[in-house]
């Protein structure tokens, strides 16, 4: 069971993107992290989510970032961590629909050698209940397939309604299913919806087919004992949460049942 982080976050009460968190998520065994990649206002590309702190880094420019009382990591730094920590995966979600964005991106990427170790995120959204969104779409992913058939991507589900029919359009090598936690109103309607459509279908067959496919599959964003199992019950490949320590003890419990010594 693969345990990833939403937003490198160690624990919820951690604002996330930070690297405190990449550092101590990597000691502690964890898969991977998902952190997020932000054109600041003159198009530097930093490790952070729009609106996460005030003033929005994404809307000044580096040069007043960097003197600011913020401490931000550019995508530069970021992946020069990355390859300092072997093994560790990560997902960067994409927090602007700017082919120039995932072009950069890709640039970076490739440069580093880090093809196999990076995915890049964005939403096939069906559900949208904030009027501001920072969600992506998923034309982003398929622009980067174009770019560069060696980037893998992840693929955040909102309704899965047809995960094998999403395989086949986008190729991810990756999926996220689940309900949203963010914004409150959109957990409030995604976590009821849902608990009622996985029950009037096998949709454990839907995951078993998109893993036949190649495809990786997570459920997120989990940050309880009881849901993560339920999700484990229905045979995905890993969890994404908040609360790495909370993850860690779970994936334990759960290899200690399926392969006792």
């Known amino acids: 069971m693969e345990i990833w982080t939403h937003r490198g976050?160690?624990?919820p009460y951690d604002s996330g993107n930070?690297?405190?968190?990449?550092?101590a998520n990597y000691h502690l065994g964890v898969t991977g992290v998902?952190?997020?990649?932000?054109?600041?206002?003159d198009e530097?590309?930093?490790?952070?989510?729009?609106?996460?702190?005030y003033p929005d880094l994404s809307k000044m420019k580096w040069q007043d970032i960097n003197n600011s009382i913020f401490s931000v990591m550019t995508l530069t730094e970021f992946l020069s961590l990355v390859r300092s920590y072997p093994k560790i995966l990560c997902c960067l979600d994409l927090k602007h629909n700017s082919e120039k964005l995932v072009e950069k991106i890709i640039s970076e990427i490739s440069y580093r050698g880090l093809q196999d170790r990076?995915?890049?995120?964005?939403?096939?959204?069906?559900?949208n209940l904030s009027l501001v969104s920072t969600e992506t779409s998923v034309k982003m992913l398929s622009h980067a397939k174009k770019i560069d058939e060696t980037i893998k991507t992840h693929l955040i589900v909102s309704w899965p309604s047809n995960l094998p029919k999403l395989v086949a359009q986008y190729h991810p090598d990756m999926m996220s299913i689940g309900?949203?936690?963010?914004?409150?109103?959109?957990?409030?309607?995604?976590?009821?919806?849902?608990?009622?459509?996985v029950i009037t279908r096998?949709?454990?067959?839907d995951i078993k087919t998109v893993q036949s496919m190649g495809v990786k599959v997570l459920a997120g964003i989990i940050n309880d004992a009881s849901s993560m199992n339920y999700f484990a019950d229905m045979g995905v490949d890993g969890i994404m949460t908040d609360d790495a320590i909370?993850?860690?003890?779970f994936k334990e419990e759960h290899e200690k049942k399926f392969c006792p010594e």
Do not use: C
């Open 9 to 11: 976050r160690f624990s």
């Open 18 to 23: 930070s690297l405190n968190n990449f550092i």
């Open 34 to 41: 998902e952190m997020d990649a932000s054109f600041t206002a």
């Open 44 to 53: 530097r590309i930093i490790i952070y989510h729009p609106g996460s702190t």
């Open 118 to 127: 990076i995915y890049l995120t964005a939403f096939d959204r069906k559900l």
């Open 179 to 197: 309900w949203l936690q963010e914004p409150k109103l959109m957990h409030i309607v995604s976590f009821p919806l849902f608990k009622l459509f």
């Open 202 to 205: 096998l949709f454990s067959h």
């Open 246 to 249: 909370l993850g860690m003890k």
